[in-house]
C-alpha cells in the first residue's frame, strides 16, 4: 500500500515553522500512518541545506515501533 506523501516525511518537503520551539510541538502532533498519534521523539539533528536551518526530528511509535522522519525548516521572520 502505498502513503500518500506528507508534509515533513522528506527533505524535499519540510514543515515550516517560525521560532525552533514551536518544533517539538509540531513533532508530537504528528501521527503514526497506523496507530494515530503515539509518537514520541527519538532523536533530533540540525543541518543547514541551502543556507537554511533545518532540524530532523527522528520520531518513533509506541505502539508498533514504526519509525519516521519529520523535516522542519525554520522561516526566521524578516528584519526590518
Ligand atoms: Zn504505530
Do not use: N, Y
Request: proline share 9%.
Amino acid at each position: 500500500m502505498l502513503i500518500a506523501p506528507e508534509a515533513g516525511a522528506s527533505g524535499e518537503h519540510p514543515i515550516e515553522v517560525g521560532p525552533a520551539s514551536q518544533i517539538d510541538p509540531h513533532a508530537r502532533s504528528l501521527e503514526c500512518p497506523r496507530c494515530g498519534p503515539r509518537l514520541k521523539i527519538a532523536g533530533e539533528t540540525a543541518r543547514v541545506i541551502a543556507g537554511r536551518v533545518r532540524r530532523i526530528v527522528e520520531l518513533e511509535c509506541v505502539q508498533c515501533g514504526e519509525r519516521r522522519e519529520a523535516h522542519f525548516a525554520i522561516v526566521e521572520p524578516l528584519l526590518q
